[in-house]
């Protein structure tokens, strides 16, 4: 029975390991006073296991969001949308942004200003 309880156990963990990279996300806070800011992060390549990187904005509404990307081997880009966002932003709420990798694991930089 333990060692059933145990198996039981390891899969449950590896199952939300799993879960939490496919669902990936990281919010994005300015300092005070700043209206821009730049990521820098490693992305995987595209698989079953990981298909795309959300990142989370704050934004209120009348703002004006644009986001850009670039990545060294070109191949990141905004899931539909290319590599720059612009976007108005109709309410006061979270904004999803994501990205995805065509080519194997490299970095990217993405920009977001909010004015």
């Known amino acids: 029975m333990k060692k059933i309880t145990t198996q039981i156990l390891m899969l449950t963990i590896i199952l939300s390991l799993t879960v939490s990279e496919l669902f990936a996300q990281t919010r994005i806070k300015f ?39 670039r990545s060294r081997t070109g191949k990141v880009h905004f899931t539909g949308e290319g590599k720059t966002i612009v976007r108005r932003m109709t309410d006061t709420t979270d904004y999803f942004i994501a990205l995805f990798n065509d080519g194997r694991a490299t970095r990217f930089w993405m920009t977001v200003t909010i004015r």
Do not use: C, H, N, Y
Not at 45 to 63: P, T
């Open 31 to 69: 300092a005070k006073g700043q209206t821009s800011k730049t990521i820098s992060r490693i992305i995987p390549e595209s698989s079953d296991d990981f298909l795309e990187w959300i990142f989370v904005v704050g934004g209120r509404a009348g703002q004006t969001m644009t986001v850009t990307v």
